[in-house]
Nanobody, 123 residues
């Protein structure tokens, strides 16, 4: 069992930055690929980024490439999402996720979800 707790969300202006964190419980964090998803009001949950167990491979949705960076610290059981050049359309609840591989996470085959953290970008 893995429990995921996100933090770092908030209100930011258009063009601003935020860094989300996701702390995982248990000693098996490094056994999972990790990812971030988001869900805006009235829309389906969408994939944002994924990172491999070692951190050596990353995937991004086209909508965030060049602006968002996913990283992880296996010593701290934490995955991060650095979000720069934020836009109003990035407003959503952001969810942390764990899965067996980066391909699985990117394909929504997620084993564990966090509870989400709200990100609001004002224009």
């Amino acid at each position: 069992q893995v429990q995921l707790v996100e933090s770092g969300g908030g209100l930011v202006q258009d063009g601003g930055s935020l860094r989300l964190s996701c702390a995982a419980s248990g000693r098996t964090f490094s056994s999972y690929a990790m990812g971030w998803f988001r869900q805006a009001p009235g829309k389906e949950r969408e994939f944002v980024a994924a990172i491999s167990r070692s951190g050596g491979v990353t995937y991004y949705a086209d909508s965030v490439k060049g602006r968002f960076t996913i990283s992880r610290d296996n010593g701290k059981n934490t995955v991060y999402l650095q979000m720069n050049s934020l836009k109003p359309e990035d407003t959503a609840v952001y969810y942390c996720a764990a899965g067996l591989t980066t391909q699985a996470v990117a394909s929504y085959r997620v084993d564990y979800w966090g509870q989400g953290t709200q990100v609001t970008v004002s224009s």
